[in-house]
């Protein structure tokens, strides 16, 4: 039985357009989250306050975050690599975070320089402060179904990781199938493993799509209890470990495939494909939502 | 090598009530093809055949006899159908849309043939110009002469999850129809989401109203793309027992009735899903890969795998 209401969070503004080749205006990425906000997602992923010097594209994320139109009810997470970034994202009127862990030595290490060990004692200090501010935190573990350079995963490192995150106080932990690898098999495998060390309710799932296995792969994680969604609008942001291919699932065909299933989103998905033709219009790049190219009668 | 990311294989596929193996029908050469706009010359459509018959397929759609006038890509029929390796084991089904096309695909040395009928009586008409009954007594008649000679017949059901004329097709049509080509003959019904519009909710009651009128084991899905809801669906069809399951290298065959949009479902994401799940299908996905390669070169078009995309691109192909 699938649950009867899924979470959508939307991560184009951060996830998706930090993917994108193209930098993009401020004033386009506040009108974009805007438009968003208009759609019924209840959670959209805004910036992330890392150096411009490592995702120039985020470079502006204090105007952003001080742009954009902040709904009631609707929050607006950042990313805060380090207690730095979270200083700069509260002094900027952000009222929750999101910290990234990965399920992979290799990548933590290629990412950002250190073991899993040391990037969770780094966290340590967001989550102190964050329970000081009653900052919500959630957690993203990487590579749960594959690592662009260990390869095969654990399912009971991941279990770890997200364990480790959810003790520290994130509220929520979303899974990511960072390079798309994942199918229903090992989402189904690594999802058992994890939800023995973390309640269902408190597990979201991140797939992309870069091998077109995300859909299938969400649909196992929903059958299991999973009631949280991440997706980007029109599929914004390509995978930076496989040149031209595809990267985040789109919101427009994950909220088709929900809606086809009776599953109660609240969001409407005209406006959501309006909202990704705008964005790539002003990104000049087609989407990679199917559900977009179909419906777009020329 | 891009294939350390290839999923291995979790030998569980028992275990999880999926099929152990599952039959892929390759529908590439005649449904991809046919809604393709470039016409490819008839030396490249029996390379890509041949090549096909070399990656474990079990059965590749080959061709349409059907008058050129209205299909010209498949107007070479006959030349197709003599100038292919047969491999053993393999089955080169081809479209009989009447008695004439049937009794010319046998000439042409055609060992089994497919019939194409459809849930919808608008599309039936738009399509074929003639009512669902009528279409039926016209596969009637091939499945006479098919089961005098031997030869085995598969039917198609088309707009099983939607029609781009009638919009909600109900699953007691879809079986009715279904029914009626089992009756006559047909040892397979392939189901076929003919505009991509269905999600596994409409795929789960659409074989729940098929699955009371036909066994199990003699049905197929076809589902298309066009939605991105493919794989989702396929998928829920495997696990309700469906072990046969149509795609198209490449993803070759856009949507004639949205344009730009995709068609059919790529064979290799397909395949990279099954392994994943640990079913046997008997296809290597890196000759399906190279053949897509091959054909898109050809048509000088880009694939519609996400899995071609993803391993080409990623410069680690050896």
């Avoid at chain 1, 969070?9 to 998706?16: A, K, L, Q, S, T």
């Avoid at chain 2, 459509?45 to 041949?50: T, V």
């Avoid at chain 2, 589902?223 to 198209?248: E, F, K, P, R």
């Amino acid at each position: 039985a699938f649950p009867r209401r899924v979470k959508v969070v939307e991560v184009g503004p951060r996830d998706g357009l930090q993917n994108e080749k193209n930098v993009v205006p401020t004033a386009v990425k506040i009108n974009l989250i805007n438009m968003l906000s208009e759609t019924g997602l209840q959670v959209i992923e805004a910036t992330s306050f890392v150096s411009p010097k490592w995702v120039p594209q985020m470079a502006d994320h204090t105007e952003v975050m001080q742009g954009i139109n902040k709904l009631p009810g609707i929050s607006y997470p950042v990313l805060t690599p380090n207690l730095k970034g979270f200083q700069a994202a509260v002094a900027a009127g952000a009222k929750e975070v999101s910290i990234f862990g990965a399920a992979s030595e290799l990548f933590t290490k290629k990412n950002i320089n250190c073991s899993i060990e040391e990037s969770l004692e780094r966290f340590d200090e967001v989550m102190a402060a964050a329970r000081a501010a009653s900052i919500p935190v959630r957690g993203y573990v990487s590579c749960v179904l594959g690592c662009p350079y260990e390869g095969k995963i654990s399912a009971a490192k991941v279990a770890e990781v997200s364990k480790k995150m959810y003790s520290m106080g994130c509220y929520e932990i979303s899974l990511g199938d960072t390079i798309g690898i994942g199918t229903p098999g090992s989402m189904k495998e690594m999802l058992t493993t994890v939800m023995k060390e973390v309640p269902v309710g408190a597990l979201a799932v991140h797939c992309h799509d870069t091998y077109g296995q995300a859909l299938a792969n969400i649909l196992v994680a929903l059958q299991m209890g999973v009631s949280v969604v991440d997706a980007s609008v029109a599929g914004l942001g390509g995978c930076p470990y496989a040149q031209g291919a595809s990267g985040n699932v789109a919101t427009e065909d994950l909220v088709y495939m929900l809606n086809g299933l009776g599953i109660h989103t609240g969001v409407d998905l005209q406006k959501l494909m309006d909202t990704g033709t705008f964005i790539c219009s002003a990104l000049n790049r087609r989407t990679n939502s199917k559900v977009s190219q179909a419906s777009c009668r020329l | 090598s891009c294939f350390s990311f290839l999923p291995l294989q979790l030998p569980e596929s028992q275990a999880s009530g999926l099929p152990e193996y599952i039959k892929i029908v390759e529908v590439g050469p005649r449904d991809g093809l046919q809604n393709e706009k470039v016409i490819v010359p008839t030396d490249i459509k029996i390379e890509l055949i041949n090549r096909l018959s070399k990656t474990g397929l079990p059965a590749i759609e080959v061709t349409s006899f059907v008058s050129s006038k209205w299909v010209p890509q498949m107007a070479d029929h006959k030349e197709v159908m003599r100038g292919i390796e047969r491999h053993p084991g393999v089955q080169y089904p081809v479209l009989t849309p009447n008695l004439q096309g049937f009794h010319s695909a046998i000439a042409a040395g055609a060992t089994e043939v497919s019939v194409f009928g459809a849930a919808s009586e608008s599309f039936s008409k738009m399509n074929i110009n003639c009512s669902i009954e009528e279409s039926i007594e016209k596969f009637e008649e091939i499945a006479k002469s098919a089961r005098n000679m031997d030869i085995p017949v598969r039917g198609y059901v088309s707009c099983a999850l939607g029609c781009p004329y009638e919009g909600n097709i109900i699953p007691a049509k879809v079986a009715e129809v279904s029914k009626r080509l089992y009756s006559m003959g047909c040892y397979e019904i392939s189901l076929g989401d003919t505009i991509g519009v269905g999600t596994p909710g409409s795929m789960k009651r659409m074989l729940e109203a098929v699955m009371k009128e036909i066994p199990l084991s003699a049905l197929a899905v076809h589902c298309h793309d066009t939605y991105g809801q493919a794989l989702a669906n396929i998928l829920t069809a495997i696990q309700m027992g469906v072990a046969v399951v149509d795609s198209s290298v490449a993803g070759l065959g856009g949507c004639p009735y949205a344009k730009g949009a995709t068609g059919n479902v790529a064979t290799e994401d397909v395949i990279y899903m099954l392994n994943g799940l640990g079913i046997n299908t008997g296809v290597n996905l890196y000759t399906v890969m190279e053949t897509g390669n091959f054909i898109c070169t050809a048509l000088n078009k880009k694939t519609n795998s996400k899995v071609a995309q993803a391993s080409f691109n990623t410069g680690t192909i050896h």
